[in-house]
């Protein structure tokens, strides 16, 4: 029983790697290059969730093949960009959309490089502002220890 | 028995990583020179022993012997010599063999080159390497052997090497990405070395500069040269996915970016020590973390290797001994370091500060990007997938400020600098970049669109102020010509670099707002024009190569009547692994790339066909190399340094 | 006291990297490539399907209604199926109610299937086209829904069912519902 598990698994990996290989090109007809270019940014979108990571343009999968039949055919009865994202994502969920919602977790992804951002220059003020008194005191106190040493010479 | 040899060599290494590690501390602890000294004929041992052992993998490759799995598994006698010979590092197990290999390449570097340094710096230094070796000879030996048998039932041929992997970007990619990557463990090593010494100081960030400059460029190199073989050889026509694996080689080369950045603060004025030992630590640990990505099949990628949780158990244990460990000695030992000179708010300290914070924002926008989508899941929020959209739209706002801060970055002075000085500079800058940018724009740009418009004018912005401020400096005392002769390389480098990044966002501001992308079904005799390009598709022909058969199509391009090429893009079958694989033709040009790639062949005869139109889509690479030249010339500069340093010291 | 405040600042990377590991260690025991169900405490898809059998029997959601029970998607195509439909007649022999739906496939191939294996579906849906397919979001077969008595789906499990995995989490699961 393992081995068989094993072997679909090989089989489900060859098969997978194949399917990448080569890309998807289809010859979809479109009644306007604008409802083409719809389509196209769509398909970049839009992810496979049977295959590795790849939008349903560059997968050959036939779930790929599938999700542009019906993103054609939806593009097709004049339904826009986002009405087609909303289609796809309820019913396959949110790993579908590239372009990922705001959730209470998603929320860091903009938060995170904004806060450090903020945090960074907070600190970087501070420091220009502040070393120049802490410094001459370092260096006050250098300088006496610098005396120091050098009286010990003398004497 | 040759693979025996070869697995013993390995285990010999491995016991000389442990020595190397052990026996030079021992010696420092200890006070016994002997011991301190033989840290770098341990290293030396040591890469020979794996050099043994690779060797002997490459030639079981080359002659082609299927009792071994590893070799039967990714390699077949039809294969070419060459691929046969870079089919070693093509999977898992002799990936990691070369990681090894270049890990002790890298150590015995520094044990051979670093003369000046005193010996138990170096001990300390090649004691950290030998512990990092340490950990990944036992990850191949225990984990990921390639030495292993199929006997006694071997294959009478291989299961060849995956057909995307039979190219010459292969054979180059991976070894200069690994290069990189393992080439930040110097730098890594050096700030560890010099945390529990307890001593940072500029002579600390003097002597990992280079290590780590050199790490930079092979990684810079390495990167671009991955997007190019995407680019022509994945038939996807595109240059860089925010695939999670991308993602895992883009992390260590922001903070190695940031790092070489603040390694040159440290080292000329002595501050952010403790926060340049911070970047030093976490390249390496991006590395370490990417390779953890890439090889535990946690995320989901286009480029995953075999996955298996125990290496991942493994690597994870190892991430956390060696991360934990230095970020906790960091802790505990970084308080210690003082921060010596002083600096205004308004100084080239401060601007490469800024420099620092919008690259680690941009790190941190990657980070997330990349593991929140596991972390979602876990938290029971659902699955989710972050991509191309969410990452190009944050770039291109960190990108702003980043290039407008970086236009202005060399021309202010260290500590402090008068700001009524720059507006005459800055303000002839923005005349010239706006007027080139506009005058750029109307000769090659279809349509306006302000994306555009901002990503060539930062372009422009970051080339003119370049070039000003080589100006300024070269006539300061002389004329421009001698002037320009007379600037130090590691000047030069600074500004090639710049200029590099500048032509690099041209590149990708171009790609990404005028490519053209059409999928359309031609019959031979069929034509297609858009972007004054007309498409002609002559004919089908059969194909037949050495491993592979299938079609190869002939287009003939004409620009405004012009004739200007003709292409032939191929649709190929691996005949070992039935694998289709398009091979894209492309005309290439410094303005413009054309690229064709074959699809079906459709019911009724026709066929569909992609073709792209890639505006400046080589000044992506350029751009890179041109960083990459740059890092090696400031390299360069470190040999006469020894004597100009005193100088300027003085 | 400054240095320990330091000492606790500086200790930042290191906790933020040992919560990193801490997900990077629950993530190496699940699959990334199993989703969750869009559809959970949603009501079956609106549908009408053939019966796979009988050309002229159509079904509509209605079916889902009044008992609980699990809605398994299968093809002849798909490997994983042969192999978890003994466990299937196994199910069906202890009274759950199975509804078959044959996703993407061919009647006839489909309809030996079941005579050669047993049929442990009380209906057989056919869908040719992958129409209620799409509308459940399904991504590789198999998939195995379970729908409660309100036709309310409660969850969605991917790849095969066997005695393991049903014993461990999908049982008590079934059980609970109403």
């Known amino acids: ?155 | 028995m040759l693979a025996e040899i070869g697995q013993f060599a390995l285990v010999i290494a491995c016991m000389l990583s442990l020595l190397q590690t052990v026996y030079p501390l021992y010696g420092i602890y200890a006070r016994q020179q002997n011991a301190i000294e033989s840290a770098k004929i341990l290293t030396i041992l040591q890469f020979f022993f794996v050099a043994v052992s690779f060797a002997i993998l490459s030639y079981l490759f080359l002659v082609n012997d299927f009792t071994v799995t590893y070799i039967a598994t990714n390699s077949n006698s039809a294969l070419p010599w060459y691929y046969r010979l870079s089919a070693v590092w093509g999977a898992h197990e002799g990936s990691l063999l070369l990681w090894v290999l270049l890990l002790s390449l890298w150590s015995t570097a520094v044990a051979v080159m670093s003369k000046r340094l005193p010996i138990e710096s170096i001990a300390r230094v090649l004691a950290v390497l030998g512990l990092l070796s340490l950990g990944f000879y036992l990850f191949v030996l225990l984990t990921s052997n390639p030495f292993l048998r199929t006997l006694p039932y071997f294959p009478v041929d291989g299961r060849d090497l995956n057909p995307l992997l039979q190219d010459i970007g292969l054979i180059l990619h991976p070894p200069m990405l690994y290069m990189g990557y393992v080439g930040f463990s110097v730098a890594f090593a050096f700030a560890i070395a010099a945390l529990m010494e307890g001593r940072l100081d500029s002579a600390w960030a003097k002597w990992s500069r280079p290590w780590t400059m050199a790490a930079w460029v092979f990684l810079t190199v390495g990167i671009a040269l991955g997007s190019w073989w995407a680019y022509y050889e994945l038939g996807w026509g595109g240059w860089w996915f925010w695939d999670p694996v991308e993602n895992a080689s883009f992390m260590p080369w922001i903070a190695g970016t940031a790092l070489i950045h603040s390694l040159a603060v440290s080292e000329k004025r002595g501050v952010f020590k403790s926060w340049t030992v911070l970047l030093a630590i976490s390249a390496f640990s991006l590395s370490l973390l990417g390779t953890f990505l890439v090889r535990s099949g946690i995320l989901v990628s286009v480029h995953a290797f075999a996955s298996d949780p125990a290496r991942g158990l493994f690597i994870l244990a190892f991430l956390i001994l060696i991360i934990g460990g230095s970020l906790l000695l960091y802790a505990v030992q970084a308080p210690k370091v003082k921060s010596r000179g002083r600096y205004r708010l308004f100084s080239r300290e401060t601007m490469l500060l800024t420099n620092n914070i919008l690259l680690i924002a941009a790190l941190i926008v990657v980070l997330l990007g990349t593991l929140l989508p596991l972390v979602h899941k876990e938290i029971g929020l659902g699955s989710i997938s972050i991509g191309e959209p969410f990452f190009n739209s944050m770039f291109s706002i960190l990108v702003v400020p980043f290039a407008l801060f970086l236009g202005v970055a060399p021309l202010v002075r260290w500590k402090r600098q008068n700001i009524k000085e720059l507006f005459k500079p800055l303000l002839h800058s923005l005349f010239i970049s706006t007027a080139i940018t506009l005058i750029f724009l109307y000769s090659f740009a279809s349509h306006f669109t302000w994306l555009a418009l901002m990503g060539v004018f930062l372009g422009f912005w970051v080339l003119s102020t370049t070039c000003y401020e080589l100006c300024l400096r070269a006539t300061h005392r002389f004329s421009l010509f001698t002037g320009l002769t007379k600037l130090g390389y590691s000047h030069w480098a600074m500004s090639i670099g710049h200029a590099g990044f500048a032509v690099m966002i041209i590149g990708i501001t171009m790609t990404q707002n005028y490519s053209i992308e059409r999928d359309v079904k031609l019959a031979v005799g069929d034509h297609i024009a858009f972007e004054h390009y007309d498409f002609h598709f002559d004919a089908v022909n059969d194909l037949q190569g050495k491993n592979y058969t299938g079609s190869v199509g002939v287009f003939t391009i004409k620009k405004d009547d012009q004739y200007v090429a003709t292409m032939k893009p191929e649709k190929r079958i691996y005949t070992v692994q039935r694998m289709p694989m398009t091979e894209a033709a492309i005309n290439a040009g410094v303005t413009r790339d054309l690229y064709i790639a074959m699809g079906e062949m459709l019911p009724d005869g026709a066929w569909a066909v992609r073709i792209y139109y890639k505006p400046f889509i080589r000044w992506i690479w350029f751009g890179p190399l041109m960083m990459g030249f740059a890092g090696i010339l400031m390299m360069l500069d470190r040999r006469y340094r020894v004597k100009k340093s005193d100088e300027e010291e003085a | 006291m400054a240095n320990t405040r330091k000492i606790i600042a500086l200790s930042v990377p290191l906790l933020l990297f040992l919560v990193v590991c801490f997900f990077l260690f629950k993530g190496l025991y699940t699959d990334p490539r199993k989703l969750d169900s869009a559809l959970i405490g949603q009501p079956v898809p609106e549908f009408t399907l053939q019966d796979i059998y009988d050309e002229n029997k159509q079904y509509d959601a209605s079916i889902f209604k009044g008992k609980k029970m699990l809605l398994n998607v299968w093809a002849t195509w798909c490997p994983t199926c042969y192999a978890e439909h003994k466990f299937l007649n196994q199910l069906a022999g202890q009274d759950i109610y199975i509804v078959g739906m044959n996703y993407k496939d061919e009647r006839k191939k489909a309809i030996r299937w079941l005579t050669d294996l047993k049929d442990p579906y009380k209906i057989s849906l056919f869908d040719k086209d992958g129409m209620l397919g799409m509308d459940l979001g399904v991504y590789g077969a198999p998939e195995t829904f379970f729908i409660d008595s309100k036709g309310i789906i409660q969850y969605r499990h991917v790849g095969d069912l066997n005695a393991r995995i049903w014993e461990d989490e999908l049982a008590e699961l079934y059980n609970g519902m109403q």
């Open chain 1, 1 to 155: 029983m393992r081995n068989l598990t094993l072997t679909l698994c090989l089989f489900l990996s060859v098969f997978s790697s194949a399917t990448f290989a080569a890309s998807a090109i289809d010859t979809f007809e479109f009644e306007s290059i604008e409802q083409e270019q719809v389509f196209h940014d769509l398909t970049k979108v839009l992810r496979c969730p049977k295959c590795q990571n790849q939008n349903i343009s560059d997968s050959n999968a036939e779930l790929a093949k599938d999700l542009r039949n019906k993103t054609y055919e939806l593009v097709k009865e004049g339904k826009t960009q986002d009405e087609v994202v909303d289609y796809m994502v309820a019913r396959f969920g949110n790993f579908v959309r590239y372009d990922p919602p705001i959730t209470p977790a998603t929320i860091f992804l903009w938060l995170g490089p904004l806060l450090f951002i903020l945090f960074g220059f907070l600190v970087l003020y501070k420091q220009a502002k502040n070393k120049n008194r802490k410094e001459d005191e370092l260096d006050s106190n250098e300088a006496i220890r610098l005396k120091k040493i050098l009286k010990q010479e003398t004497k």
